[in-house]
């Protein structure tokens, strides 16, 4: 049932071990893999009714870590889409002088990552080797920041090029099921991302056709990054809120 999601469930707190990995420095399991209740609020939040008039019906499948949720011939994986780079090799330098001006950072860090980890910070791509999810991750010009990735998606609706124009065309069957670009966003609750009128991104840095560094070069952009990616999850948390809601009205 909808009402069963809350939007402030944070999906570290049932992912096995998760803080006690985290405070003792060990590697920790991924919500997006292991988080019980993130697979459900995902399958309750997008079984819903398709722009194309199909009705996405996701069911889970027998092991999170391989088939996560399935429909029809799809198979999808959950992905984060927030993210500050923390543990980035590359970017070590920048964060040693971000916690020069952060008292508490382990604790700020805490508190951004149970933020994060909540339904308005996660979304469902196709899953197979060398999937979106991977892809836009590891593409030099995107670096897994979300904005870039939607920006992408755009691009693709218009037939343009991008940097992961590649994998969007091998999961076309995907996308057609969305129609069109809006229809893609107002599925996926991503409006506070884009213009009124869908045709421009509301990036997170300054574009330039991707030519910069995807990832912060400086801390004045690091806290912008921060900040904005707050404020996107914020809004796409209460506009899931205020759709459910909306759809409880009619039950």
């Known amino acids: ?22 405070k003792s420095g060990k590697s920790c399991k991924d919500p997006d893999i292991w988080s019980p209740k993130m697979r459900e609020y995902q399958q309750l939040l997008y079984s819903k009714p398709l722009p194309n008039g199909d009705f996405l019906n996701l069911q889970q499948g027998n092991n999170p870590e391989f088939n996560y949720l399935y429909w ?6 959950s992905d984060s889409i927030i993210n500050m780079y923390i543990h980035h090799k590359g970017l070590q330098w920048l964060i040693n002088d971000v916690k020069k001006q952060i008292n508490n950072f382990e604790n700020i860090n805490e508190t951004y990552l149970r933020k994060s980890y909540t339904i308005g910070g996660e979304i469902i791509f196709p899953k197979r080797t060398w999937s979106i ?3 836009r991750g590891t593409n030099a010009k995107i670096k897994d920041r979300f904005d870039l990735t939607l920006e992408c998606i755009r691009r693709f609706y218009n037939n343009e090029q991008n940097p992961l124009y590649n994998v969007l065309k091998e999961d076309s069957n995907f996308f057609e099921l969305f129609v069109d670009f809006k229809g893609y966003v107002d599925f996926f609750y991503l409006n506070d991302l884009v213009s009124e009128d869908y045709n421009s991104i509301n990036f997170y840095l300054d574009f330039d056709n991707f030519e910069r560094n995807p990832r912060p070069q400086t801390v004045e952009e690091w806290f912008t990054l921060y900040n904005k990616q707050m404020e996107f999850l914020n809004a796409r948390n209460a506009r899931i809120h205020q759709s459910i809601n909306n759809v409880l009205k009619y039950l």
């Open 133 to 135: 999810n991977r892809l």
């Open 1 to 22: 049932m909808l009402e069963a999601i809350d939007i402030n469930f944070d999906f570290t707190t049932d992912t096995p071990h998760y803080w006690e990995d985290f």
């Open 72 to 77: 029809k011939n799809f198979r999808f994986g």
